[in-house]
Every structure is written in C-alpha cells, then in structure tokens.
C-alpha cells in the first residue's frame, strides 16, 4: 500500500546532541511537509517542500532544518536540541492542492 | 492571517447519538479547502473529510458530513451514528495554496 512512512517511531537524544528524522513515501507526492505537535495541541507546521523549493516558516527555529534529496525522502535535522524540543514530529505529503497523508510520526525526547 | 478556531476542547457523545463539532475560521482568500482530520490516541493522523470552497453543497462521507456556511466562515462536522472507534482527538483544517493551518483539535469522547 502507498503509504508515508516514518522512522524512527521514537528517538531519545541528548540535550545538544544532534539528531535526524527521516521521512519516505511511497505515494509520489510532489509536496512534504513537517510539522511538530506537542502533547494536546495542534500540529505547527516547521516547513515544507513544493518539489524541490524549501519553505520555511517565518517561526521556524534556525535550530531546525531539512533536506529533501529526492522526491521519495524528506529530512528534518535538529542541530542542537533543547528540552523544549520535545515532541512529536510528524511528516505529511499532498498533491498539488489535494489533502495530506500523514506518516505516524516520530516522537522526540530529549534528556 | 488565517486563522482555525475550534471552540470546544472537549465533547462527549453517546454511542449512537449524533455530535456536531464546530469550527470557524477567518480567511480573506476566495480559493480554499477545509478538512476535518481524526487523530486517535498514539495513533495516525487520517482525513476524515474535505470540502472545496467553492463548492456549495456540503460534503459527507457515509456518517461523516459537514455544515458548510461560507459566509459565516464556519465548518461544523456532524458524526451520526457515533460509534466506540469514533473517539478521537478532531483538527479542523484550512489550506490555501500550499499553507495548512489546524484548529487546536477537539477531543472526543464516545460513551458506550
């Protein structure tokens, strides 16, 4: 099945110790966004690509960045992270103006 | 700015019985959609639903349809027939162009 997939599902990481989530998908989904949600609120869109454009939203923490190396993959890199980093990631994909297909996401902690 | 505004935390319903939650938003552009997303505990995100702006009949999906007011700017969801696996936490959503912005959800609860 098509399908957005995410890994890992959950990942520690030390105060200020990098570390990277990946995202694929299998829909061939031309847009990929990530978004953090923390614990009962709604997701907040970090960025996302419309192919290989990069947009970042205006509060979108330098902290966070991401690559996009090819259609299938997306990457959010959190290059020092704080305790308020804390969350669940979750990566999602559309097509054009279509809805978006959410991955189960992974879920941050950070000691 | 767009904005989503759910004003419910909160709702409870009995199994069976019918639940409308409620959503507004505020938006100066014509072209846009609405989605009504489900998010069960430590589960995916999924669609539940989506309505296109510019369409004025309102979209429903088997026990899932929605009430549509474009001037008003509101988009209420209505579940009939509720049923235990329809407890959840609901985020209205908006989209125009590439931008999404969700409601800050309504949790619901399904009382056997």
């Known amino acids: 099945d098509a399908m957005v997939i995410q890994n890992p599902r959950y990942q520690v990481t030390q105060f200020g110790k990098p570390v990277t989530l990946s995202c694929s998908q299998t829909l061939n989904h031309n847009v990929m966004y990530w978004y953090q949600q923390k614990s009962s609120q709604a997701p907040k869109l970090l960025f996302h690509y419309y192919d290989k454009d990069f947009n970042n939203e205006a509060d979108t923490p330098d902290n966070f960045q991401s690559r996009r190396p090819n259609t299938s993959f997306c990457f959010l890199d959190i290059r020092s992270p704080g305790l308020g980093d804390a969350a669940m990631y979750l990566c999602?994909?559309?097509?054009?103006?279509?809805?978006?297909?959410f991955g189960p996401g992974t879920r941050l902690t950070v000691t | 700015a767009q904005t989503v505004t759910q004003s419910q935390p909160e709702m409870s319903v009995q199994e069976a019985e019918t639940v409308t939650l409620s959503c507004t938003y505020d938006?100066?552009?014509?072209?846009?959609?609405l989605f009504w997303y489900k998010q069960p505990p430590s589960r995916q995100m999924i669609l539940v639903i989506r309505?296109?702006?510019?369409?004025?009949q309102n979209a429903t999906e088997n026990r899932f349809s929605v009430n549509f007011q474009k001037a008003a700017k509101s988009f209420s969801l209505k579940i009939s027939d509720s049923q235990l696996g329809d407890a959840a936490m609901y985020f209205c959503?908006?989209?125009?162009?590439?931008?999404?912005?969700f409601g800050t959800g309504t949790s619901l609860t399904v009382i056997p």
């Open positions: 959503a908006y989209r125009t162009g590439n931008q999404f912005y």
């Open positions: 309505q296109e702006a510019y369409k004025q």
């Open positions: 999602a994909t559309s097509r054009g103006r279509n809805e978006q297909y």
């Open positions: 938006t100066s552009e014509s072209d846009y959609y």
